[in-house]
């Protein structure tokens, strides 16, 4: 059996190559979800705000308590999702890096006669990105919206 000290040079390419390949699906699964979740949670709660404001029965206390439970609920789970996936995001770009540093990315000569593939700045990846966070702050925000629309029906 071998291990990382018996493979050959190729095989060790393989393997990072394999690897990127991975986590470069996984980083773009995890922006997908990220992105499906909001954009469902937005549509429910748009819709149910547009539903509550073209209504001609005002709601009693009762319902307005349990409908707001209901989207407190749902902005709490889109928060803690968007809260891991975040996390799970530059964990996955982490790993990417590592892959480009082990492949020679960064490596003056290995790609590009007398520079690096990959500047010094893109070891910064793991950490950029957090601008995607700020579009979930839009469930909150939609949240609130709704509830202004039921509460002051």
Same mark, same amino acid.
């Given at each position: 059996?071998?291990?990382? $000290?018996?493979?050959? @040079? ?5 393997? /990072? ?9 996984? /980083? ?12 469902? /949670? #937005? ?7 547009? &539903? !509550?404001?073209?209504?001609? @029965?005002? !709601?009693?206390?009762?319902?307005? !308590? ?20 975040? +996390? ?6 982490? #790993? /990417?890096? +590592?892959? $480009? ?9 290995? &790609? ?9 700045? #893109? ?15 839009? @469930? ?5 919206? &709704? ?7």
């Amino acid at each position: 059996m071998k291990n990382a $000290e018996t493979l050959t @040079v190729a095989e060790k390419a393989e393997i /990072l190559l394999a690897a990127y390949q991975k986590h470069a699906d996984e /980083l773009l699964a995890i922006e997908e979800a990220q992105q499906k979740l909001v954009t469902l /949670l #937005l549509a429910i709660l748009g819709a149910g705000g547009s &539903f !509550l404001a073209g209504m001609q @029965v005002s !709601l009693s206390c009762g319902p307005k !308590l349990g409908v707001t439970i209901i989207v407190v609920a749902i902005v709490i789970i889109g928060l803690i999702y968007t809260a891991v996936r975040s +996390r799970a995001r530059a964990t996955t770009r982490a #790993l /990417l890096v +590592r892959c $480009e540093e082990a492949l020679g990315f960064y490596q003056s000569g290995a &790609f590009i006669h007398d520079d690096t593939l990959y500047g010094e700045t #893109l070891k910064n990846y793991p950490g950029l990105g957090g601008w995607l966070s700020w579009n979930y702050a839009l @469930v909150p925000a939609t949240g609130l919206g &709704f509830l202004i629309v039921l509460w002051t029906l």
